[in-house]
């Protein structure tokens, strides 16, 4: 029991004369209570009235009266640390409503606690949600306008070729007429010739008329086919939005294995992560740097899973290395759907896939080229922007935090998402494009930056 329950309760155990706690109490008409030899012998010297308010005992009433009339006090129990063999035998009935009063209030505010913590989960279960729906939508958008765009691209291209197509038939016809035209008047004419000599001249020269056109071809227009193109165009993208409510299709089958007890950096996980980073997470793939590809200016670590641009160089340039300050993965994939997850030091880096085919030389002033071409794409993230770059264009984003960041590549579909994970997974940018070729990821960094390929504890790497 608290202590200033229990003193409050003592107080108000008090006799008012004695100020011990109650032995036989007694209750006054005017509702005042004393200990009752402390009344009795509180008349036998003064005034037979109330010691605190004064009310009179009625003149009338007999002292043997007193005892019939007043009550005995039943809510005076004992309370802890008292004592004394006057006080009733009932304190231990207050004692236990006192601590069910107890427990029912620190169960009540249990309660009010995992109200709180519950209303906290669902506002941020509802902002995470809701910020995948509007990726899955964003990223469903911007597929359907590209489809969109491909779709109608076609149509116009098979109604140009089938016009054409018809175009020429027209010429070959109205050809064929004219000659027949020209045939028939010049029959015509030695029908209605007067002079039969020059009738039998003429008509000697008189070649046959112009042969019969050949069958004429099909015009290449088909309604159904246009449609099936559409349809098995947009089928992949009909499940892109609802595709959680699915079981996850089975990650490829490694190619490039990590031995078993290589130990790598872990992808950092917060205490409550955020579902939408549990869902790639279906699609994680363990990557290593290629040494090969490397800048010599980059020192890999951590079996080949950090790397770090230092001033110095580690000498010569190898062959087939960057000579810009870049370094690509050995891993490449060309089919399927694929989850990664970096950690980086600081701003100033690039990440992106690229086509084998991306060149390793310099070229002008840059010391990058990821997103240079129409081979590549990449993210940069700068101190004060993020820029979406492919074949040299740049699209500026908002600040985002570049620490932790996600790539989500789906050759099958034909997107590339980045995602920004700290606090919680948002996109950033998602590219659309039909990968017609294996790509790997590549990464570029400044100096004095460095980078981790985050590996996950239990995952399946990816084929390429």
Known sequence: MDASVAEQLREKLNCSICLGLYRDPVTLPCGHNFCGDCIRDSWRRCEQSCPECREPWPSWSPWRGLLCSVKVLSLCK????????????????LRARLEVTQQRSTQAET????????????????CTLASMVSSKFSCLLQALEKRQALALENIETAKTQALAQIQDEERQL????????QYGRRVHDLLTQGDHQTFLQESQQLLEPPAPLGPRTPVQ????EQL??????????????????????????????LPADTVGPQAPVSSMLCPLRKQLWQYYRNLTFDPASANRHFYLSHEDQQVTHHREPQGPARPGSFELWQVQCAQGFRAGRH???????????????????????????NTDNIGRGPDSWGLCIQED??????????????????RLLGMELDLDVGYLTFYSLEPQAQQLHTFNAFF?????????????????????????????
């Not at 004992?78 to 009935?93: D, E, K, L, M």
């Not at 109205?174 to 035209?181: K, M, P, Q, S």
């Not at 989850?339 to 002033?365: A, F």
């Not at 590549?442 to 390429?464: D, K, M, S």
């Open 111 to 126: 309660q009010l606690q995992d109200l709180q913590q519950q209303t906290t989960h669902i506002q941020s279960s509802a």
């Open 228 to 257: 099936s193109d559409l349809k098995e165009s947009l089928s992949p993208l009909c499940g892109l939005l609802l595709e959680e409510q699915h079981p996850p299709r089975m990650p490829a089958k490694a190619a490039h294995s």
């Open 339 to 365: 989850y990664w997850e970096v950690l980086t030091s600081d701003h100033s880096v690039t990440l992106g896939v690229t086509y084998p085919e991306l060149t390793r030389r310099k070229q002008g002033m």
């Open 385 to 402: 922007s993020v820029q979406a770059w492919h074949n040299g264009k740049a699209q500026r984003l908002p600040r985002a935090s570049g």
């Open 78 to 93: 004992r309370v802890p640390g008292t004592s004394g063999a006057g006080n009733p035998g009932v304190g231990g009935q």
């Open 436 to 464: 017609n070729h294996p790509v790997y990821p590549v990464f570029w960094l400044l100096e004095g930056r460095t980078l981790t390929l985050c590996h996950h504890p239990v995952t399946q790497e990816a084929e390429i």
């Open 174 to 181: 109205r050809g064929h007429l004219e000659a027949l035209t």
């Open 221 to 224: 227009w088909d309604e159904d």
